[in-house]
């Protein structure tokens, strides 16, 4: 949780904390790092370490948010589907399956065309079209807790449905749902560059994705710069994605009272 | 996880026991980028390298030289009527097919009349002025022109590839074809795919031995990976130009040698003239004056490149008109503005138009160049500081060429503000290049997608079609780069350098042929001999 | 057959035909959809010098010239006749194209995808019955950290390690270009054009698995049998194996069988890196190149495969968990 913490905050505070404004032009470009750049300089010259500061914006709000939509529509629908059962699962079962076969690149293209570039597109996007997994996941998982026996025997005790899903069947998906969101805000982050420059984005703004974008295409694989240009926004996603996971399993202890019990016994 | 990565090794480690590549000094592996179809005229892909590898096995009756000059190929000798309109051609009386059969007049006839009745985009519109074809003999033939061409001997002379009757004859979808005979210096042996091609030299070519005995052309799809290869050893050059920040490491790199020549592909700003209010002369001035090109130049091509000249044509070209310079100045484009009534008069950073609009653009690039995207980059922070808001736009190809350039087809109109564009090298050879490029007629201005009208150029340019004397030519278009210069349909950023690389130790005989690069067919091939 | 059981699967059929369908319509409408022309593969490179009687002429060839309804009509005829047509870029048949490339992607994906399940299943049930171990941590750091690095520059690393750097094993193609192989050198030509790309993809793939199974198992270890069974004195290992991983299975099977349907559609940015000829390339490349044939082919395949995976998804349920009766 402090790593995400600190990360937001380098986020929210980029413009006090970078050396040097990221869309200008400060010095020669393919520098390598130092003392006045000390992650190097990028392919037309601006400092790659303000990039990466100013970058944590875009790249921690569309990964974050466009997973807990994805990750939240998805438990929701699975929890409900598998449940429930009957009609109300078989309708929503066979969304989900449509949902999953909708060719992705082509949607994309398509809704570049008519949306334009905005960041809530992106979100949006990701969220709509990712759920569709995670809610059959969630289902399965619903589908074994719902035949457990204390389950059947509160709802044969005639207990509340809501009360039942609350109490017995969310707290058996939520670290699911804590895995699903950590894969889901990973790939968030590492896909939106592609949708900035499918048009669905700004490729011109700074986010971990199109610094990683700008070293792979100006080859910095084959020089030594891959230390300085393409390591660093790599690591930075790969501690976010961390970030998540940590934050995760601390929640993990305060909201699952029966896998303290487990650790207990 | 330990556990994981200990098996992956191991596993790999098994996997790496050394196979010897039988290392046969006569073969070239050149990586290109993509499936180039089955290298006939109608089935090739790309424009480059498509084109230059399938004119390896297919040839046209003339050839363009090292400076682009169409020289006789198949043809051996040939005279014009003074009219322009009888072009008596005479071919070499021993060239044959790929399966040994005699390539005679009857197949270049054959050619000509088949590419008018079966459209492919390049040949069909070539042969529109040929009024009749007959052949007298098997070597000899006249063909009859409705009027005189100055792009004639160019195209389609130089360019149509001949087919060979005895195949072609009764293909009706030349597009699902996949015959691959031809009678060029190399037959196609072996193609997959996906994967690659490999070509073999033809023993009997009638214009002497192939440089190379065999060339094999893996497709590897990424620039960073063939670049990857080319250092390791495990091609020995590539289709693609070399990317400027590898240049200084690859001449140091030992067994690796680097070329590097004029590039005849554009990068231009490409304004809509029809725009409401880019339509304005001044504002494209203006805009053209903020644009440092010279800068761009530095940064995105570090210095490996050529800036743009404001009559389109390249400075190395033969036609290029030194008058026209060009050199940005942001005071100036300050000072046009002001004096042309655009003021920020909201303070809100960005100037509006005398009647309320404000300098607000849409800048439209193509994804999958990340030089065009990076230009488009800079371009909008050069234009924010004198006050004009460009929006970057990125999205792939066909969503751009459908906003700029709806259908391929100019005629059908436009939807943009501005775009980060480009043409490719033939553009610039075209004799006629700049009446394609800004001819007001939609369908003699085929490629003026901005919708630029100017009656003077339009005059210019169809007296350019009519004129087959290289002297008057020149005349005409300097006068053509004056007018354009002073109007700014396009705003010409850079010529791209054409960079090459390749292992000398494979073959050392590369052409560089001028704007186009190394991938012809003078590296593999003498001319041959009248 | 019991009338019960018939009625099931007549329903279940008449449900997946009904999504087959709309995802046919939508596999149709889609790519059309779509700005932009495939008129530059219709009729070659210099697309612009065409007067419009030769467009229209070239329209008419391929029946774009067609109202979009009857084009539907045309396509759905023919598929019922089995045919997919022919590329626009590639003038070839789709059939071939297709055949051509999906057992490259099978192999690549399938292998991948079998070998990365079962890595990512053990691992993920070890760290969740050790939860909060140093091994649980590491696993974690070390799945977030394949879960999270972008598949191009593990490729590349991969490749400039054991390819470009050691020199071990090559960095593109299927096979090596041109060279007649047969017998044993074939077999170890193939496998070490698959070694990189494979790996690559594994090592993606491993955390997805790894993750769920691990949280998966943790809502189950928290359950009243679980706990009753290590109070009556069960060895840890056969509560681990008996009764915990089998209980797990059910969300595993489910993303094991979710990638299973997506087999088919191959691996765009692996193949593309490895210069690997699957069909994830193919896909891609139609959807740039406007070849409405091919895309509406290969969706149509990579849909078929995905519902089919679903039905074996939920017809294995039962057999995975008895507890889990059939609705």
């Avoid at chain 3, 090559?170 to 074939?186: D, H, M, N, S, V």
């Amino acid at each position: 949780m402090l790593l995400l913490g600190a990360l937001a905050l380098a986020a929210t505070l980029a413009p006090l904390v970078s050396p040097y404004d990221p869309e200008q032009t400060v010095a020669d470009p393919f520098l390598p790092p130092s003392r006045e750049h000390l992650l190097g300089t990028n392919d037309v010259g601006q400092d790659i370490l303000s990039e990466l500061i100013y970058g944590a914006r875009i790249s921690l709000t569309v990964g974050s948010l466009a997973a807990a939509l994805a990750v939240g529509i998805g438990t929701t629908v699975g929890v409900v589907a598998g449940f429930s059962g009957g009609w109300t699962d078989v309708v929503l079962m066979r969304i989900v399956d449509l949902v999953l076969v909708i060719p992705f690149l082509p949607l994309v293209i398509l809704l570049a065309a008519y949306l334009g570039p905005s960041y809530w597109n992106i979100i949006i996007v990701i969220g709509v079209l990712a759920w569709a997994r995670p809610a059959r996941v969630t289902r399965s998982q619903v589908l074994q807790v719902r035949s457990l026996d204390y389950v059947e025997a509160a709802r044969a005790m005639g207990a509340r449905p809501v009360r039942v899903m609350a109490r017995h069947v969310l707290p058996a998906v939520l670290p699911l749902a804590m895995a699903q969101f950590i894969v889901a805000a990973s790939n968030a982050i590492l896909i939106e560059a592609s949708l900035a420059f499918l048009g669905l984005g700004d490729p011109t703004a700074k986010s971990w994705g199109t610094v990683l974008y700008y070293a792979q295409v100006r080859n910095a694989f084959l020089s030594g710069a891959w230390v300085w240009w393409v390591l660093p926004p790599g690591l930075l996603i790969t501690a976010a994605t961390l970030g998540f996971a940590l934050t995760g399993l601390s929640l993990e202890e305060r909201l699952n009272p029966r896998v303290r019990r487990a650790r207990a016994s | 996880m330990r556990a994981l990565v200990l098996v992956l090794i191991s596993a790999l480690l098994v996997l790496c026991a050394p196979v010897p590549s039988p290392g046969q000094a006569a073969s070239l592996r050149m990586a290109i980028g993509r499936d180039e179809g089955s290298l006939n005229p109608y089935t090739y892909q790309s424009g480059y390298p498509g084109w230059n590898l399938m004119t390896l096995i297919y040839e046209p009756l003339f050839a363009p030289d090292a400076d682009n000059i169409p020289r006789p190929w198949l043809v051996r000798r040939y005279t014009v009527s003074p009219d322009g309109r009888t072009w008596t051609l005479a071919l070499h009386p021993n060239i044959r097919w790929h399966d040994g059969r005699l390539l005679t007049a009857d197949d270049v006839k054959f050619t000509y009349e088949y590419v008018r009745s079966h459209t492919h985009s390049r040949w069909t519109p070539q042969v529109r002025l040929i009024e009749s074809i007959e052949t007298s003999g098997a070597t000899t033939l006249v063909m009859r022109l409705s009027a005189q061409s100055g792009g004639f001997l160019m195209q389609p002379l130089a360019d149509l590839p001949i087919l060979p009757r005895h195949i072609w004859e009764g293909v009706a979808e030349p597009r699902r074809f996949n015959d691959s005979t031809g009678s060029g210096p190399y037959r196609l042996a072996e193609m997959r795919d996906g994967q690659f091609y490999r070509l073999v030299a033809n023993d009997a070519y009638f214009g002497g031995k192939p440089k190379v005995r065999e060339i094999t052309l893996p497709i590897v799809r990424d620039a960073t990976v063939t670049f990857t290869a080319l250092r390791a050893g495990e091609i020995d050059t590539t289709s693609r130009a070399l990317s400027p920040e590898l240049v200084a490491e690859f001449e140091k790199a030992g067994g690796l040698k680097v070329v590097r020549g004029a590039g005849y592909a554009s990068t231009i700003l490409q304004f809509n003239v029809e725009h409401p209010i880019l339509k304005d002369v001044r504002l494209r001035q203006a805009i053209a004056n903020a644009v440092n090109t010279r800068l761009m130049v530095r940064l995105l091509l570090l210095g490996y490149g050529v800036v743009g000249s404001p009559g389109y044509i390249h400075p190395d070209s033969p036609f290029y008109n030194p008058s026209v310079a060009f050199a940005a100045s942001k005071s100036r484009a300050v000072q046009i503005l002001n004096e042309a009534g655009y003021i920020d008069r909201d303070r809100d950073g960005i100037r509006e138009t005398p009647d309320g609009r404000p300098l607000r653009f849409n800048l439209l690039t193509l994804a999958g160049n990340p030089i065009r995207v990076r230009g488009a980059d800079l371009i909008r922070t050069w234009l924010r500081d004198v006050g004009i808001d460009a929006r970057v736009v990125a999205q792939e190809d066909a969503s751009i060429i459908a906003q700029v350039w709806p259908d391929f087809d100019v005629c059908k109109g436009r939807n943009f503000d501005m775009a980060v564009f480009g043409w490719s090298a033939p553009v610039m050879n075209r004799a006629t290049n700049l009446r394609d490029l800004f001819h007001s007629d939609c369908r003699y201005g085929t490629i003026n997608i901005g919708g630029y009208k100017n009656s003077e150029v339009d005059r210019l340019g169809n007296e350019l079609a009519a004129t087959a004397e290289p002297a008057r030519q020149k005349r005409i278009l300097y006068e053509m780069q004056k007018a354009i210069a002073a109007d700014l349909p396009v705003h010409v950023l850079f010529y791209q350098d054409g960079i090459y690389a390749y292992r000398p130790e494979r073959h050392d005989a590369w052409v560089y042929q001028k704007g186009q690069g190394i991938v012809n067919k003078l590296s593999f091939v003498d001319p041959p001999r009248r | 057959m019991d009338s019960a059981v018939w009625r099931f699967f007549a329903g279940r059929g008449a449900q997946y035909l009904l999504v087959l369908a709309l995802t046919v319509a939508l596999n149709f409408a889609l790519p059309r959809m779509m700005p932009g022309s495939p008129l530059v593969f219709l009729a070659g490179e210099d697309v612009g010098f065409l007067d419009a009687e030769q467009r229209a002429q070239l329209y008419a060839l391929h029946g774009l010239d067609q109202p979009r309804w009857r084009q539907f009509l045309t396509y759905v005829a023919n598929l019922a006749r089995g045919e997919l047509g022919y590329s626009f870029q590639r003038g070839r048949p789709i059939a071939a194209m297709i055949g051509e490339r999906l057992p490259w992607t099978l192999l690549l994906v399938g292998l991948s995808l079998v070998i990365a399940t079962a890595l990512g299943a053990a691992l993920g049930a070890l760290a969740a019955w050790r939860r909060g171990s140093a091994f649980d941590l590491g696993t974690l750091g070390v799945a977030v950290f394949f879960e999270s690095a972008p598949p191009f520059w593990l490729g590349m690393i991969l490749i400039a390690v054991f390819g470009a750097g050691l020199g071990w094993l090559p960095i593109f193609g299927a096979a090596t270009a041109g060279q007649a192989l047969a017998g044993w050198a074939l077999l170890v030509d193939r496998a070490r054009h698959l070694a990189l790309p494979l790996a690559t993809l594994t090592l993606i793939n491993v955390p997805g698995t790894l993750l769920i199974t691990r949280y998966s198992m943790l809502s189950v270890l928290g359950e009243q049998y679980i706990a009753t069974a290590r109070a009556k004195g069960v060895r840890e290992q056969d509560v681990l194996r008996r009764h915990a991983t089998r209980n797990a299975l059910l969300p595993v099977a489910t993303v094991f069988m979710l990638n299973l349907g997506y087999v088919a559609s191959g691996a765009t940015v692996v193949e593309t890196v490895f210069s690997y000829p699957g069909v994830g390339r193919l896909l891609y490349e139609a959807v740039l190149n406007r070849d409405y044939p091919v895309l509406q082919g290969t969706f149509l395949i990579i849909t078929v495969s995905v519902i089919a995976a679903n039905i074996a998804a939920d017809m294995l349920y039962p057999l995975l968990d008895p507890r889990v009766r059939r609705r």
